[in-house]
Antibody, heavy 114, light 107 residues
Framework: QVQLKETGPGLVQPTQTLSITCTVSGFSLTSYYMQWVRQTPGKGLEWMGFIRSGGSTEYNSEFKSRLSISRDTSKNQVFLKMNSLKTEDTGVYYC????????WGQGASVTVSS | DIQMTQSPSFLSASVGDRVTINCKASQNINRYLNWYQQKLGEAPKLLIYNANSLQTGIPSRFSGSGSGTDFTLTISSLQPEDVATYFCLQHNSWPRTFGGGTKLELK
């Protein structure tokens, strides 16, 4: 059974760094792209970036300067790190499998506030 | 970037009604269009992939049509459990882009 689950800090202060982990089961990270998508009140759903099955990454230019995606295949985990957070980054962050996003996690809710 | 315009943004319908939701792409995306259902607090669920293919396990009252720039999700007979937000995704090119969502409620 394919499962994805995001875990994150909940609350982050402005200017700080956001770290979210996506833990997957039921498939191998070496066989699928893994993507990050966020949903914010201001912009709705936004694609953030992906890590290919081979480990290389691509980012949305909107986030490129402050976003990093990585993984640990031995732990079946994908990581999102985004620095210089602003209040507009408040939202729900999702990981999704494959280029066509056929499975998603429940999302990690993030509030950026002091 | 490809813009996805979804309509309507809100829809109220009765049990048994036929419901249609539309997505229009700003340029040709062939059939690379997916439809998702999102209930509060749950993971988005893939309903239709590549415009008209029903994902495994999804009831047959859901169907999709279209190609190029215009796409439609149809629920043939609305059920109470279909109350949710629906959104489309184009996966023809990067960056992936989404429709703005349709919130479906029972009348």
């Amino acid at each position: 059974q394919v499962q994805l689950k995001e875990t994150g800090p909940g609350l982050v202060q402005p200017t700080q760094t956001l770290s979210i982990t996506c833990t997957v089961s039921g498939f191998s990270l070496t066989s699928y792209y893994m993507q990050w998508v966020r949903q914010t009140p201001g912009k709705g759903l936004e694609w953030m970036g992906f890590i290919r099955s081979g480990g290389s990454t691509e980012y949305n230019s909107e986030f490129k300067s402050r976003l990093s995606i990585s993984r640990d295949t031995s732990k079946n985990q994908v990581f999102l790190k985004m620095n210089s957070l602003k209040t507009e980054d408040t939202g729900v962050y999702y990981c999704a499998r494959a280029q066509g996003m056929d499975a998603w996690g429940q999302g990690a809710s993030v509030t950026v506030s002091s | 970037d490809i813009q996805m315009t979804q309509s309507p943004s809100f829809l109220s319908a009765s049990v048994g009604d036929r419901v249609t939701i539309n997505c229009k792409a700003s340029q040709n995306i062939n059939r690379y269009l997916n439809w998702y259902q999102q209930k509060l607090g749950e993971a988005p669920k893939l309903l239709i992939y590549n415009a008209n293919s029903l994902q495994t396990g999804i009831p047959s009252r859901f169907s999709g049509s279209g190609s190029g720039t215009d796409f439609t999700l149809t629920i043939s007979s609305l059920q109470p459990e279909d109350v949710a937000t629906y959104f489309c995704l184009q996966h023809n090119s990067w960056p992936r882009t989404f429709g703005g969502g349709t919130k479906l409620e029972l009348k």
